[in-house]
């Protein structure tokens, strides 16, 4: 069984920072793709980020030289580091990971269980 599992997130001011994490474990074989969305009260869910196994990066334009994403392949881990907080960032945001069980010959699609974040003074 495969988990991934968040931690960060809270309330942090605006022009403030976060940083959130997430590790996947279980039976994994290989995570071709990690990534972070967001879904804030009333919209649907966005990418906000995501990083291959080569670390080649994407990132949503509304959060394009203020946030970070990284991962440590080794760790089965990804991070995002958030800076320059603005309240259109409140939402809750979730760890996704398309990745290989071990043994299975095609990835599937897997998320966390979500973490809110709160930009407010």
């Known amino acids: 069984q495969v988990q991934l599992v968040e931690s960060g997130g809270g309330l942090v001011q605006p022009g403030g920072s976060l940083g959130l994490s997430c590790v996947a474990s279980?039976?994994?074989?290989?995570?071709?793709?990690m990534g972070w969305y967001r879904q804030a009260h009333g919209k649907q869910r966005e990418s906000v980020a995501t990083?291959?196994?080569?670390?080649?990066?994407n990132y949503a334009d509304s959060v394009k030289g203020r946030f970070t994403i990284s991962r440590d392949n080794a760790k089965n881990t990804v991070h995002l580091q958030m800076n320059s907080l603005k309240p259109d960032d409140t939402a809750i945001y979730y760890c996704?990971?398309?990745?290989?069980?071990?043994?299975?010959?095609?990835?599937?699609?897997?998320w966390g269980q979500g973490t809110q974040v709160t930009v407010s003074s």
């Open positions: 996704y990971a398309v990745l290989f069980v071990y043994g299975s010959p095609s990835p599937d699609d897997y």
């Open positions: 279980g039976s994994i074989g290989s995570i071709p793709l």
């Open positions: 990083i291959d196994l080569s670390a080649t990066t």
